[in-house]
Protein backbone atom coordinates (compact mmCIF):
# COMPACT_ATOMS: atom_id res chain seq x y z
CA UNK A 1 0.00 0.00 0.00
CA UNK A 2 1.06 3.64 -0.84
CA UNK A 3 1.82 5.24 2.67
CA UNK A 4 -0.38 8.44 3.77
CA UNK A 5 1.82 11.47 4.46
CA UNK A 6 0.71 13.60 7.11
CA UNK A 7 -0.03 17.45 5.84
CA UNK A 8 1.77 20.35 7.20
CA UNK A 9 -0.81 23.19 8.63
CA UNK A 10 0.75 26.25 6.46
CA UNK A 11 -1.49 27.95 3.98
CA UNK A 12 -4.10 26.40 1.60
CA UNK A 13 -3.66 24.12 -1.11
CA UNK A 14 -4.96 25.38 -4.24
CA UNK A 15 -7.09 22.42 -6.06
CA UNK A 16 -6.24 21.42 -9.57
CA UNK A 17 -8.17 23.00 -12.25
CA UNK A 18 -10.69 20.45 -13.65
CA UNK A 19 -11.38 22.46 -16.94
CA UNK A 20 -8.14 20.99 -18.46
CA UNK A 21 -10.27 17.39 -18.18
CA UNK A 22 -12.46 18.61 -20.75
CA UNK A 23 -11.37 16.02 -23.31
CA UNK A 24 -13.50 13.80 -25.73
CA UNK A 25 -12.35 10.54 -23.97
CA UNK A 26 -14.80 8.68 -26.91
CA UNK A 27 -12.29 9.77 -29.37
CA UNK A 28 -9.06 7.87 -27.52
CA UNK A 29 -9.71 3.90 -28.13
CA UNK A 30 -8.53 1.43 -25.70
CA UNK A 31 -4.56 0.85 -25.38
CA UNK A 32 -3.29 -2.21 -26.18
CA UNK A 33 -0.06 -1.28 -26.26
CA UNK A 34 2.80 0.22 -28.56
CA UNK A 35 3.90 -1.55 -31.75
CA UNK A 36 7.47 -2.20 -33.28
CA UNK A 37 6.46 0.51 -35.77
CA UNK A 38 6.74 3.00 -32.78
CA UNK A 39 10.10 1.77 -31.94
CA UNK A 40 10.87 2.01 -35.56
CA UNK A 41 9.70 5.53 -36.41
CA UNK A 42 11.87 7.00 -33.55
CA UNK A 43 15.06 4.73 -35.09
CA UNK A 44 14.27 6.24 -38.53
CA UNK A 45 14.39 9.69 -37.51
CA UNK A 46 17.26 9.75 -35.68
CA UNK A 47 18.90 9.19 -39.09
CA UNK A 48 16.40 11.46 -41.03
CA UNK A 49 15.98 14.39 -38.50
CA UNK A 50 15.01 17.33 -41.00
CA UNK A 51 11.19 18.30 -41.76
CA UNK A 52 11.52 17.44 -45.19
CA UNK A 53 11.78 13.14 -43.91
CA UNK A 54 8.94 13.89 -40.70
CA UNK A 55 6.16 15.27 -43.00
CA UNK A 56 6.38 12.54 -45.37
CA UNK A 57 6.13 10.35 -42.64
CA UNK A 58 3.73 12.34 -40.26
CA UNK A 59 0.94 10.06 -40.92
CA UNK A 60 3.43 7.17 -38.96
CA UNK A 61 3.91 9.26 -36.25
CA UNK A 62 -0.11 10.03 -36.00
CA UNK A 63 -0.91 6.49 -36.25
CA UNK A 64 2.30 4.69 -34.23
CA UNK A 65 3.33 7.05 -31.70
CA UNK A 66 0.44 9.45 -30.91
CA UNK A 67 -2.92 7.26 -31.46
CA UNK A 68 -1.23 4.52 -28.79
CA UNK A 69 0.34 7.50 -26.19
CA UNK A 70 -3.06 8.88 -25.92
CA UNK A 71 -4.87 5.54 -25.57
CA UNK A 72 -1.80 4.76 -23.25
CA UNK A 73 -2.49 8.32 -20.90
CA UNK A 74 -6.14 7.50 -20.16
CA UNK A 75 -4.78 3.77 -18.93
CA UNK A 76 -2.38 4.99 -17.31
CA UNK A 77 -3.81 8.10 -15.75
CA UNK A 78 -6.88 5.67 -14.31
CA UNK A 79 -3.85 3.34 -12.40
CA UNK A 80 -2.46 6.20 -11.01
CA UNK A 81 -5.58 7.30 -9.29
CA UNK A 82 -4.28 4.53 -6.89
CA UNK A 83 -1.64 7.46 -5.84
CA UNK A 84 -3.74 10.20 -5.88
CA UNK A 85 -7.45 11.12 -7.11
CA UNK A 86 -6.20 14.40 -8.37
CA UNK A 87 -3.46 13.25 -10.42
CA UNK A 88 -3.84 15.30 -14.24
CA UNK A 89 -3.93 12.51 -17.31
CA UNK A 90 -4.63 14.28 -20.13
CA UNK A 91 -4.13 12.93 -23.75
CA UNK A 92 -3.20 16.31 -25.27
CA UNK A 93 -0.32 17.61 -26.83
CA UNK A 94 1.41 19.83 -24.11
CA UNK A 95 -0.63 18.41 -21.40
CA UNK A 96 0.10 14.95 -20.71
CA UNK A 97 2.21 14.50 -24.28
CA UNK A 98 5.31 16.46 -24.73
CA UNK A 99 5.69 17.88 -27.89
CA UNK A 100 7.70 16.04 -30.22
CA UNK A 101 9.22 19.40 -31.77
CA UNK A 102 12.69 21.22 -30.57
CA UNK A 103 13.00 24.44 -29.35
CA UNK A 104 16.42 25.38 -31.15
CA UNK A 105 16.02 29.17 -30.98
CA UNK A 106 18.50 29.50 -28.63
CA UNK A 107 20.46 25.97 -29.64
CA UNK A 108 23.41 25.34 -31.58
CA UNK A 109 22.03 21.98 -32.08
CA UNK A 110 19.80 22.80 -34.65
CA UNK A 111 17.77 19.46 -35.14
CA UNK A 112 14.33 20.05 -35.37
CA UNK A 113 12.70 16.93 -33.65
CA UNK A 114 13.56 14.93 -30.37
CA UNK A 115 13.87 11.23 -30.82
CA UNK A 116 11.41 10.48 -27.80
CA UNK A 117 8.04 10.10 -26.48
CA UNK A 118 7.70 12.03 -23.43
CA UNK A 119 4.28 11.61 -21.07
CA UNK A 120 4.19 13.24 -17.76
CA UNK A 121 0.95 12.96 -15.24
CA UNK A 122 1.20 15.59 -12.65
CA UNK A 123 -0.38 16.45 -9.43
CA UNK A 124 -0.95 20.59 -9.27
CA UNK A 125 -2.38 23.61 -10.19
CA UNK A 126 0.55 24.97 -11.23
CA UNK A 127 1.75 25.22 -14.75
CA UNK A 128 2.55 20.57 -15.11
CA UNK A 129 6.50 21.40 -14.96
CA UNK A 130 6.22 22.87 -11.79
CA UNK A 131 4.57 20.08 -10.34
CA UNK A 132 5.63 16.82 -9.09
CA UNK A 133 4.60 14.03 -11.32
CA UNK A 134 4.94 10.91 -13.00
CA UNK A 135 7.14 10.29 -15.83
CA UNK A 136 7.47 8.08 -19.01
CA UNK A 137 9.94 8.37 -21.24
CA UNK A 138 10.56 5.88 -24.36
CA UNK A 139 13.36 6.58 -26.44
CA UNK A 140 14.52 3.27 -28.62
CA UNK A 141 16.59 1.10 -27.31
CA UNK A 142 15.56 2.88 -23.39
CA UNK A 143 12.93 3.16 -21.55
CA UNK A 144 12.85 5.68 -18.46
CA UNK A 145 9.76 5.86 -15.81
CA UNK A 146 10.42 8.26 -12.76
CA UNK A 147 8.52 10.19 -10.73
CA UNK A 148 9.19 13.56 -8.74
CA UNK A 149 9.89 17.77 -9.80
CA UNK A 150 12.07 18.37 -12.06
CA UNK A 151 13.03 21.64 -11.17
CA UNK A 152 11.61 23.40 -7.69
CA UNK A 153 10.67 26.92 -8.13
CA UNK A 154 12.98 29.68 -6.08
CA UNK A 155 10.43 30.73 -4.12
CA UNK A 156 9.82 27.43 -2.65
CA UNK A 157 13.63 26.51 -2.01
CA UNK A 158 13.60 27.57 1.49
CA UNK A 159 10.54 25.46 2.16
CA UNK A 160 12.29 22.36 0.56
CA UNK A 161 15.38 22.96 2.44
CA UNK A 162 13.47 23.34 6.07
CA UNK A 163 11.52 19.99 5.46
CA UNK A 164 14.51 18.18 3.97
CA UNK A 165 16.26 18.62 7.44
CA UNK A 166 12.56 18.84 9.77
CA UNK A 167 13.00 16.11 12.52
CA UNK A 168 9.82 14.65 11.82
CA UNK A 169 9.53 15.14 7.27
CA UNK A 170 13.20 14.78 6.92
CA UNK A 171 13.20 11.80 8.60
CA UNK A 172 10.31 10.44 6.20
CA UNK A 173 12.41 11.82 3.33
CA UNK A 174 15.29 9.98 4.52
CA UNK A 175 13.18 6.51 4.53
CA UNK A 176 11.99 6.89 1.39
CA UNK A 177 15.29 7.46 -0.20
CA UNK A 178 17.33 5.14 0.92
CA UNK A 179 14.18 2.90 -0.18
CA UNK A 180 14.57 4.38 -4.21
CA UNK A 181 18.61 3.47 -3.36
CA UNK A 182 17.91 -0.02 -3.26
CA UNK A 183 15.60 -0.56 -6.23
CA UNK A 184 17.28 -2.03 -9.00
CA UNK A 185 17.97 0.76 -12.28
CA UNK A 186 16.86 3.43 -10.41
CA UNK A 187 19.15 6.80 -9.88
CA UNK A 188 17.96 9.90 -7.79
CA UNK A 189 18.11 13.39 -9.94
CA UNK A 190 18.38 17.04 -9.19
CA UNK A 191 21.41 17.53 -7.53
CA UNK A 192 22.97 21.01 -8.87
CA UNK A 193 24.28 23.34 -6.17
CA UNK A 194 28.55 22.02 -4.99
CA UNK A 195 28.19 23.60 -1.64
CA UNK A 196 25.76 23.26 1.03
CA UNK A 197 23.57 26.01 1.64
CA UNK A 198 25.00 28.58 4.32
CA UNK A 199 23.75 27.78 7.68
CA UNK A 200 22.74 24.34 7.03
CA UNK A 201 24.92 21.66 9.15
CA UNK A 202 26.49 19.85 6.55
CA UNK A 203 26.76 16.52 9.17
CA UNK A 204 22.77 16.10 8.19
CA UNK A 205 21.68 12.50 7.32
CA UNK A 206 19.85 14.52 4.43
CA UNK A 207 22.33 17.45 3.81
CA UNK A 208 22.98 16.11 0.39
CA UNK A 209 19.51 16.87 -0.53
CA UNK A 210 20.19 20.58 0.12
CA UNK A 211 22.28 20.57 -2.99
CA UNK A 212 19.02 19.83 -5.26
CA UNK A 213 17.08 22.22 -6.86
CA UNK A 214 14.64 19.28 -7.70
CA UNK A 215 14.10 15.78 -6.63
CA UNK A 216 13.36 13.16 -8.75
CA UNK A 217 13.79 9.47 -9.29
CA UNK A 218 14.35 7.43 -12.52
CA UNK A 219 14.61 3.36 -13.49
CA UNK A 220 15.93 3.28 -17.24
CA UNK A 221 16.04 -0.01 -18.41
CA UNK A 222 15.84 -1.65 -22.14
CA UNK A 223 12.94 -1.50 -23.40
CA UNK A 224 10.57 -4.55 -22.50
CA UNK A 225 8.07 -6.76 -24.01
CA UNK A 226 5.60 -5.56 -21.74
CA UNK A 227 5.95 -2.26 -24.43
CA UNK A 228 3.86 -4.36 -26.79
CA UNK A 229 0.80 -5.31 -25.42
CA UNK A 230 -1.81 -3.67 -22.63
CA UNK A 231 0.59 -5.24 -20.00
CA UNK A 232 2.79 -2.23 -20.33
CA UNK A 233 0.12 -0.53 -17.42
CA UNK A 234 1.22 -3.06 -15.06
CA UNK A 235 4.83 -2.71 -16.09
CA UNK A 236 5.02 1.19 -16.00
CA UNK A 237 2.56 0.70 -12.32
CA UNK A 238 5.01 -1.54 -10.43
CA UNK A 239 7.36 1.23 -10.96
CA UNK A 240 5.61 4.02 -9.92
CA UNK A 241 4.05 1.96 -6.92
CA UNK A 242 7.60 1.90 -5.83
CA UNK A 243 8.31 5.47 -6.51
CA UNK A 244 4.96 7.05 -5.57
CA UNK A 245 6.44 7.52 -1.85
CA UNK A 246 8.62 10.33 -3.31
CA UNK A 247 5.74 12.08 -5.16
CA UNK A 248 3.97 11.96 -2.63
CA UNK A 249 6.26 13.58 0.39
CA UNK A 250 6.52 16.55 -2.41
CA UNK A 251 3.26 17.28 -2.20
CA UNK A 252 2.65 16.64 0.79
CA UNK A 253 5.18 19.13 2.25
CA UNK A 254 3.63 21.36 -0.31
CA UNK A 255 6.70 21.95 -2.98
CA UNK A 256 5.16 19.73 -5.91
CA UNK A 257 1.76 20.75 -5.75
CA UNK A 258 0.11 24.20 -4.71
Not at 128 to 153: D, N, T, V
Request: charged residues 30%; glycine residues 6%.
Amino acid sequence: MIPKLKKIPSGPIISYNKKCLNVRMSEVSEFKGFSKNTVEFFNELKGNNNKKWFESHRKDYEAFVMQPAKAFVVAMGERLKAVSSNILAVPKVNKALFRINRDIRFSLDDRPYKTNLGIFFWEGSRPRMECSGFYFHLEPPKLLLGAGIYMIQKRLMDRYRRMVVDPEYGEELYDIIKKISRLKDCDLGGKYYKRIPYGNDASHPNAKLLLHNGLYAGCETDIPDELYSKRLIDYCWKKFRALAPLHKWLVSVKIGKI
